[in-house]
Structure formats: C-alpha cells, structure tokens
C-alpha cells in the first residue's frame, strides 16, 4: 500500500485490494515487479515480508500494526492475509515507509536495507554527508517519475538547512524551523507548505506519588495553558490541543469530544485539594535541551503548574539521556513530542500501553481503555467505531494517561523551481517522501 501526493491511501505494488470479510484481504500483484537488484518481487517474498514484520522476536517496530495476521496464503499473482478479526487500520500499516517489501536476504536486524521496489534507486550513501538516488526504470509507474535523479544533502542544524535553500545549494528542505517561518514564507521564490502533523503532551510516572493519583493528572490537564504553550514553543505555527487528535474525516470523529479539558486553574486547584495536596508539592518535569522547542515547553508548562501551586524543577540534559530517563522512570512528569505513525485513532494504542517507553507515562496500564481501543480497532461498522472511541475519550478525560498540549505545524519549504510536490496532511507529514514521484523541476 502508499498513499498518494493527497495522503489518500492507494495500492502500491499491489494492483488492486480486495476485502471480501472482515477478517480477510486479498491483494492483486503487478506483474514484472522487480527488486532493484533484479529479482523479482514475488507473492512469496510479500508474504516473508508481512510475516517478518508481524513476529514480536524480531523486533520489527511493525509489530504493533501487524500482530494481527493470523495466517497468509499465496497464489500466482495474489496475497491473501488472514487477520484474527476485524482491524480498521490493517491497511494504513501496509503504507507505513518501513513495510517496504526487501529482499529477503535484508530481513534481519544487521543487514543495512538499501534495496527496494519503489521509484528511485540509491546508488551512493556517505555518512554525515548526503544520499544520491536515480530513477528506477522498472519500477512498476516509472513512466510518470518525472525526476531522474535526487541529491539529499545533510546538515548539522535548522539554519544550515534554511541558509542552503535561500542561496540556492539546495531546493526543498524539510522540518522548517518555527523561527524560520514567517521569514521564509516572505521570501521571493520560496514556498512554505506546512501541515497540522504532530503533538505535544505532558506524561506522568504513575508509579509513585502524587501522579499515581488521577486527580493530580487532571489538575495538570485543566493547570496548562494550551494557547501559550503554542506561542512559547512554535511561535504560533501550531494549534491548542484540549483532547486528542483524530482526524475528522474518521467515522471515529466525535466533536463533543474534541475538548476533553479546558485552561481552568481554579478547578485544577480544587482538584489538587480533593486529591490531598491543598497546598501543592515539588516536582521534576523532565525535558531535553537538545530540541528546543521541548525545553521550551517545559517552561511554559512550570509556570502553568507554579501558578495552582506545583513547584516544577527543570531537568534539561541532552536527548540520550532525556531517552533513558524516560525509559526507565527516572522523573515525575515530562514534555514530550509524538506523531502515530497512522492516522487511524488506534495508534493511541502505542501511546497508553504495551512496554516502557519515553514517549508514554511511565507505568502507566488501564483495561478498560485498552479494551475500549481494542473495540474501535475491531469495528465493522463506523457506529460501532464512533461509540467505542467516545468510550476511550472518556475513559482519557478522567484517567489522563496524558495531558494534551498542541499541535505544531511542521512544514517543507522549498523553491519556485520545485513544481508538483505537496506535504501530506496530519502525521502522515513525515511520509513526504511518497510526493516525490510527482515532482518536476522547472528552469
């Protein structure tokens, strides 16, 4: 599966998809697909793949989205994927970049993948210092690709980057810096074309006191000025986030729920009191001062939690470090930064379950909210997947397994010359890459 320059999900080596039930999906190959080594891309060797990416040993991070397959068969030109019940997002994980069907023999977790079926072909990789990729003249739509080659150069940071795009050494950068923006966007000859994509959160270590207690959370959440937190960390290029993000051409879309929380100290206040801590407490909130726009979050946040009496101390260390801590509980709160690599409304799932992560609230675990995830998941009809995610909202509002702040516009900018290219709408911001076939250069 991709998706096309619209984020409409499309069939990609597959001719065609068919779902004949709910638990079952048949897919149609192209014929004489190739590998860019020169095998073939056979029935065989999709299955290998699915079935490789879906086994929890090998650590593939698809495993979430694939875990879910319960048998696959093959025919000459045909895949059929048994799932053990319905599954909503079965085929967005398909369009994820790294489900890519490779070559069998880059299966493992040391062989470095560089080969492919898609429509450019790496042919030089220098470390620290750029990628240079050619068309694939038997990839399966080569006759629409209108770029014969790509030249991707690295740079150590964001005004590098803006600097290369202005003087010309480059035309189209990505993750445009927010202080950036607004000057880029007045510069003659440059495009910035940004998107709603991810979004930013306070998490909590519920194992221990005071945030092991749901009130506490809930302070936090209605404590938080959204509308700031925008302002301190993107310089407005982004949106106040009072529930969580589901996009609203999603069957699961409820606007009743779109605001689970509200800026209200008084209430967080009260809160605090009824949870035991009428006069607040100290605590660590933990961020990284190697992405600024986290650290700065983490400042807006203090002054928020300082304001209902919460005496918030910064720890800043550098993003490896900021990692282990998150993945081990080494903090009471944090900020942190996240996308699903979906759009569908059970990548939540990854966010409220499953191992220690730094992205999660550490210890955090609800049956009840995995099994309301569980049931949107399985829907077979959008009444049925509407009500099983009003349900989990629900359950989020009071738990809090989370605390929304924002979301941040990320943007590409590139040049005049740059004509058919677009950003994906939503998380699939980081999947730009699917645009490129679509692009041509003018003089």
């Known amino acids: 599966m991709a998706y096309d320059a619209n984020g409409k999900l499309i069939p990609g080596l597959a001719k065609s998809v068919k779902n004949p039930n709910p638990k079952t999906y048949v897919f149609t190959l192209r014929k004489h697909l190739e590998f860019q080594n020169g095998k073939r891309v056979t029935p065989a060797i999709v299955k290998t793949n699915l079935e490789y990416y ?106 590098s980057r803006v600097n290369a795009l202005t003087s010309g050494d480059v035309d189209l950068i990505d993750y445009v810096p927010w202080p950036n923006w607004n000057k880029l966007a007045k510069t003659p000859g440059v495009t910035v074309a940004g998107q ?43 949106k106040p986030l009072d529930g969580v993000v589901i996009p609203k051409s999603d069957p699961a879309y409820d606007p009743q729920y779109a605001n689970l929380w509200s800026h209200d100290p008084a209430k967080a206040k009260k809160l605090l009191a009824q949870a035991g801590y009428p006069n607040g407490f100290k605590a660590t909130l933990l961020t990284t001062s190697q992405y600024q726009f986290l650290e700065d ?17 910064m720890d800043s260390p550098d993003w490896a470090t900021r990692t282990k801590k998150g993945n081990s509980g080494d903090y009471d709160l944090a900020v942190s930064g996240g996308a699903g690599r979906i759009t569908d409304p059970s990548y939540l799932m990854g966010h409220v379950s499953g191992p220690a992560n730094y992205n999660n609230s550490y210890g955090y675990d609800n049956p009840k909210l995995n099994a309301a995830l569980l049931a949107g998941l399985r829907a077979s009809t959008p009444t049925e997947k509407k009500a099983a995610y009003g349900k989990a909202q629900q359950i989020i ?30 998380f699939l911001t980081f999947y730009g890459g699917y645009s490129f076939p679509d692009v041509h250069m003018t003089k």
């Open 397 to 426: 509002k009071t738990d809090v397994p989370f605390a929304s702040l924002n979301t941040r516009s990320q943007a590409f900018a590139y040049s005049s010359k740059v004509k058919g290219f677009k950003n994906l709408p939503g």
């Open 196 to 238: 709603q994509g991810p979004f930013q959160y306070v998490q909590f270590n519920v194992t221990k006191k005071p945030f092991s207690n749901p009130k506490v959370r809930q302070a936090v959440a209605y404590a938080v000025n959204r509308k700031n937190s925008v302002a301190a960390a993107f310089q407005g290029h982004g």
């Open 54 to 159: 879906g086994d929890k040993k090998t650590g593939s991070g698809l495993y979430t989205g694939l875990k879910y397959i319960e048998s696959i068969d093959t025919g000459a030109h045909s895949v059929t994927v048994h799932l053990d019940g319905p599954d909503t997002a079965f085929l967005q994980w398909l369009a994820v970049p790294t489900a890519a069907i490779v070559p069998k023999s880059s299966l493992n977790k040391t062989t470095s993948n560089k080969i492919g079926a898609g429509p450019f072909k790496l042919t030089k990789y220098q470390p620290g210092i750029g990628m240079t990729f050619v068309k694939f003249k038997k990839y399966y739509g080569a006759k629409s690709v209108k770029l014969h080659k790509i030249e991707m150069k690295f740079y150590a940071d964001a005004q």
């Open 297 to 313: 979050l983490g400042l807006s946040v203090q002054s928020d939690l300082k304001a209902i009496g919460i005496d918030v101390k």
